[in-house]
């Protein structure tokens, strides 16, 4: 009776700890709240040559889902901003009326478990980042971008953005132009976007062509915090 008494009391406690964690989630709006109470963290949506379209904040993603909700907004730490407004000029002096496009910038832990969860044990694992290392976004130093021209139309990269198959990976362009699975032109322009993009100080992630990192993960993780 004793025994079956404190296995209640045990049941209580883990139920009332659940409970606190659930209270405790970090929801979008506390991400929000965070990264404005820091000045670190620069929106930098309003940049010469710079457009913004962040799928997570709609349903164009592989979520199929909005899960920013209030955290529709693209930031990153001050050197990556940096870094995309020199690409941005860049772009602006070679291609007059382009802009760069962002398609995803800064990115709180909670939503890179909520890709994590949908993700793990499929073959676009690969492609996600676990959320306990994190991703280089969850620092605010990575940067998803594509290319838009003088009409406003987002130019054509052989793939969609979060295409998760060899299609997508710069590593393999060679191959996949020589077999017909990547046109000429299409090829020319991820190579555009890379040259700026480099050209600023940003590296190109092998398996993304629309990723790009302003400071490599382990630089990201010795010296600054993920943005929960
Ligand atoms: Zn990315």
Excluded: C
């Excluded at 306990?132 to 052989?158: C, K, P, R, W, Y």
């Excluded at 198959?165 to 699975?181: D, F, M, N, S």
């Amino acid at each position: 009776m004793r025994r079956a008494r404190s296995l209640v009391a045990l049941g209580s406690i883990l139920v009332a700890l659940a409970a606190l964690a659930a209270a405790g989630a970090t929801t979008p709006a506390d991400s929000l709240r965070a990264v404005l109470a820091d000045p670190e963290y620069v929106d930098v949506s309003g940049l010469a040559g710079v457009a913004v379209d962040l799928r997570y904040a709609g349903t164009n993603n592989f979520m199929h889902t909005n899960v920013y909700g209030p955290f529709a907004r693209p930031f990153l730490r001050k050197p990556a901003a940096e870094k995309l407004r020199l690409a941005a000029a860049a772009l602006l002096a070679e291609r007059p009326g382009w802009k760069l496009v962002i398609l995803d910038a800064l990115r709180p832990r909670s939503v890179q478990r909520l890709f994590w969860a949908r993700v793990v044990g499929t073959p676009q694992q690969p492609y996600v980042a676990d959320p306990e290392q994190g991703s280089v976004h969850n620092f605010g130093f990575a940067l998803d971008v594509t290319l838009q021209d003088d009409t406003g139309a987002q130019i054509d990269m052989g793939t969609g953005f979060d295409d998760f198959t060899a299609l997508a990976e710069p590593q393999r362009e060679a191959e996949l132009a020589k077999a017909g699975k990547l046109s000429a032109k299409q090829l020319e322009n991820r190579r555009l976007l890379r040259r700026i993009m480099t050209g600023a100080g940003f590296s190109q992630r092998p398996n993304e062509w629309w990723h790009y990192d302003a400071l490599p993960l382990d630089d990201a993780r010795a010296s600054h915090s993920i943005l929960e």
